[in-house]
T-cell receptor, first 115, second 112 residues
Framework: DSGVTQTPKHLITATGQRVTLRCSPRSGDLSVYWYQQSLDQGLQFLIQYYNGEERAKGNILERFSAQQFPDLHSELNLSSLELGDSALYFC??????????????FGEGSWLTVV | DAKTTQPPSMDCAEGRAANLPCNHSTISGNEYVYWYRQIHSQGPQYIIHGLKNNETNEMASLIITEDRKSSTLILPHATLRDTAVYYCIVRPLAGGGNKLTFGTGTQLKVEL
């Protein structure tokens, strides 16, 4: 158990809908990262937040957005869903945003199926 | 970020040492080598990381060559539960948001 908690574990929704994935980082961790893993793309970095502020952005679609709240939990919002958005979405956390001891730990993921 | 090259797959007999190589010939001085693994569809699991010295923890050993252009992850006594995709990642520790960039990794299969 990494200490990173993601909900829901599984989600099935229809095209065009909107969903929210939630992540609670490890206790004390200030950075949160979101990754997407689909069969044909591997693990893709989406976005990072550090202490409530966006720190880095990867291949995140405009239909997707994220935020980190004052209590440090994070949410990833996916809207106007398409079949191709079906994937495993991982949240990860680390103590800081840089440094040699800033190991990143991953949650168990949220399976999203768009039908 | 420096790119890494890993063999797509490897096999290992249970109880034997598994030696997983990684080439990172363009690594720069402020970049660490990290290893993660992913057991089928579970979250990636941190294994070990290092800069230039060899490192060992309860899971594995990491051997980095003197020129830092390659490294080897060693699982000393592989078990069936070590079957996973192993990712070698070179990670800058300043700038770029400190993210991990995953490649395609090595699928390690441990067999009886």
């Amino acid at each position: 158990d990494s200490g990173v908690t993601q909900t829901p574990k599984h989600l099935i929704t229809a095209t065009g809908q909107r969903v929210t994935l939630r992540c609670s980082p490890r206790s004390g961790d200030l950075s949160v990262y979101w990754y997407q893993q689909s069969l044909d793309q591997g693990l893709q970095f989406l976005i990072q937040y550090y202490n409530g502020e966006e720190r880095a952005k990867g291949n995140i679609l405009e239909r997707f957005s994220a935020q980190q709240f004052p209590d440090l939990h994070s949410e990833l919002n996916l809207s106007s869903l398409e079949l191709g958005d079906s994937a495993l979405y991982f949240c990860a956390s680390s103590p800081q945003d840089r440094g040699s001891g800033n190991t990143i730990y991953f949650g168990e993921g949220s399976w999203l199926t768009v039908v | 970020d420096a790119k890494t090259t890993q063999p797509p797959s490897m096999d290992c007999a249970e109880g034997r040492a598994a030696n997983l190589p990684c080439n990172h010939s363009t690594i720069s001085g402020n970049e660490y080598v990290y290893w993660y693994r992913q057991i089928h569809s579970q979250g990636p699991q941190y294994i070990i990381h290092g800069l230039k010295n060899n490192e060992t923890n309860e899971m594995a050993s990491l051997i980095i060559t003197e020129d830092r252009k390659s490294s080897t992850l060693i699982l000393p006594h592989a078990t069936l539960r070590d079957t996973a995709v192993y990712y070698c990642i070179v990670r800058p520790l300043a700038g770029g948001g400190n993210k991990l960039t995953f490649g395609t990794g090595t699928q390690l299969k441990v067999e009886l």
